[in-house]
């Protein structure tokens, strides 16, 4: 479940700041087959990855982050 709400979260921002999957897998540095399994949220990203996603989308960690209450 979270890593589906990270997927939805990074996916978001990334299309709203106009970003291809394939430009900001570049800009990141990672291959677009990672993002695009963190995306779809068959992974979680790491720490590391996290910073440098919320800092090329020009976002808080925070804003990305998923929320921590779940649905009932």
Same mark, same amino acid.
Do not use: Q
């Given at each position: 479940m979270e890593a589906d709400q990270w997927g939805r979260r990074i996916r978001a921002f990334?299309? #709203?700041k106009g970003f291809t999957q394939q430009k900001f897998a570049r800009h990141v540095?990672?291959?677009v087959s990672v993002l695009g399994d963190i995306e779809r949220g068959n992974r979680v990203p790491d720490d590391v #990855?996290?910073?440098d996603i919320a800092r090329s989308l020009d976002v808080?960690?925070?804003e990305l982050t998923p929320s921590k209450h779940k649905e009932r």
């Open positions: 990334r299309k #709203l540095g990672v291959s #990855l996290v910073a808080t960690i925070e």
